[in-house]
């Protein structure tokens, strides 16, 4: 019987080529935003999933052996994104982790990335830091991870070694900055779905982390001037060392044809020694890996072009949505139910004389501004879906929210309780648009902030 597999991320590069590749031996589940119209492979299950809702989440996984986890979410889903590419991340994975835990998933894969080995956590690049506490947040619900660190991954469609080959096709000089001379492994596609495969319901490797890599150790500037070898290209390629971090991203971006919020936390992670460390190593079976020049010429001339997916339904957008994540360092240990409450307590003693709340008995809590009879916001909790560690309410009503009939706040622990994260998903404001970005939403990080230093300083138990 065939072990039934969902792709988080299946639409992605990683993912297309794990479907096109595994399609027969897997029955396989692929999760997208977006509904598929027309599906020409009926071997492949493609569902519509909102990873930001636990609920939606559940309802993707029914019926699943397996989870590869193949998201990063660099890009915003919504028109206005407040908040961090790491700490959305944290949140997408502890969602996920809770709805793989409710479907009893046997077992969590993570595509992630080699950490440096000479460094703590705290003086690692963001995005490789967010990269472990996204690991560490797959597992915080019982369920066994499987984490693969991999460098570069080299195959056709690949955003990483699309950036060496953008370069490459079009500076004939390359001036490149000092972390190009630092050493890492890169991997080439086939052997990476090769070890996903292998790891698969693979006891052995439950909450165990590999590093992946090819035996060849490179440097960044090897790794151009061997990508110009296999393209025909006569580059000069020199390294300084008066590029700087900053000046390196506008470069890479611009030249790598890239956007530069995918450029930023890439480069900052370059800088470090990317190797695979002996005890880390996959050994689990014999492989014959591809040297880089090799995995090159198969990205540059593939014998398959990048797999088709699904043609998805056209949906109406909703027009101005917002999503807003921050985290708060937990140091005293607090619940995210303790947190909500004093939220609703805070909110109208911090805004004294300007803002009062009222709640109802069936949890819905106005905020109202002065003497006006109605509430500019109102809340509602939902219990059912709220615990101790995560309280939801509704955004359910108010003179200052367009939509009443999606969206929601959320407070919750992360990383067992190390963190907490308040989330407002899917806002919808009535203001015009460009008012409510000058003035509501530059107010609510600020409020958010404010909170913050509060439930830092706050010590009373009551």
Known sequence: MKK???????????GRWFIHQFKDKY???????????????????????????????????????????????????TRLNQGSFEDTDLLLADNFARAAAANRIKQILYLGGILPKELGIQKMSVHLRSRLEVEEALSSSGVPVTSLRAGIIVGPGGSSFEMIHHLIERLPVLICPKWTLSQTQAISLRDTLTILDASIGNELLYDRSLELGAPEVLTYKSMLEITAKVMGKKRLILSVPFFSIGL???????????????????????KHT???SENLKFNLKELTYLNFEESVRQALYPANTL?????????KAIE???????????TRHRSALWVANRYKVWLPTFFRFLIHAKENKRGAIGFYLLAIKNPMLQLTWIPDRSDIKRQLFYISGGWLVKRFDYGWLEFREVLGGKYMISAIHEFVPRLPWYLYVNTQARLHLWVMDQFKKYLEKYKSDV
């Open 27 to 77: 029955k396989i589940i692929a999760l997208s935003r977006r509904e598929a119209a027309e599906n020409s492979d009926p071997d492949v299950d493609w569902r519509k999933v909102e990873l930001f809702s636990i609920t939606s989440t559940i309802e993707a996984l029914k019926g699943v052996d397996y989870a590869v986890y193949l998201i990063h979410s660099m890009s915003a889903s």
């Open 320 to 330: 101005n949505t917002v999503r807003s994540i921050q985290r708060f360092p937990n």
């Open 4 to 14: 039934t597999v969902a792709i988080a991320g299946a639409g992605g590069y990683i």
């Open 307 to 315: 797999p088709n997916i699904p043609k998805f339904k056209s949906e």
């Open 248 to 270: 390196s991203k506008l470069w890479v971006s611009y030249f790598g044809k890239t956007p530069a919020k995918l450029v930023a936390p890439l480069v900052e992670s370059l």
């Open 274 to 276: 990317l190797t695979v």
